[in-house]
């Protein structure tokens, strides 16, 4: 089969910035109506209820999926383990448009993997992003200063990515959930 090529979404943010949100709220919308999938990630982090829809993966069980080369990606954040499952690729070969939540740091490695995609800031003030933070109450205090620092850092580093696609989530979920779902369908 020939497919034409659909682009590969890199979504990421801050811890907080409204990512789960703004993938919930396109998933909601396009419902197996369009061409875009939406990968799951592989994280050694028990779920939660309020948390993102990922699969559980002890460390063990991670570490040997990373040997075999399960992961089309993988990084390590906060003391847990994060994996893509290669089977992106495959939804790619087939022609579909993918939207993964990725990590701000692991952006090089993504792009040397996939050099055509499309990262995807989800930006949010400082205020809002504390707020939210404390709000959802996993971080102490201390933490969630952790957290705001690396953010500032990590937003002045991603200046220089080229083609930056930035969605602001300062404001209601509905006006950078609409942005994101034009990305999507274009």
Known sequence: MNHTKRPLFYLMGASGAGKDS???YARQRL???SSTV???RYITRPPSAEGENHIYLSPAEFEQRWRVGCFAMHWDSHGYRYGIGIEIDCWLDLGLTVLVSGSRGHLPQAR???PDLRAVLVK???ERLGERLR???RESADEIAERMRRAGAFGESLREVPDLIILDNDGPLEEAG?????????
């Not at 609409?178 to 274009?186: A, I, M, P, S, V």
């Open 22 to 24: 703004l993938i919930a």
């Open 31 to 33: 419902d197996g109506l």
């Open 38 to 40: 939406f990968a799951h």
């Open 112 to 114: 040397q993997r996939y």
């Open 124 to 126: 949010v003030s400082p």
């Open 135 to 137: 709000r959802r109450g």
């Open 178 to 186: 609409t942005c994101l779902l034009k990305l999507l369908r274009d």
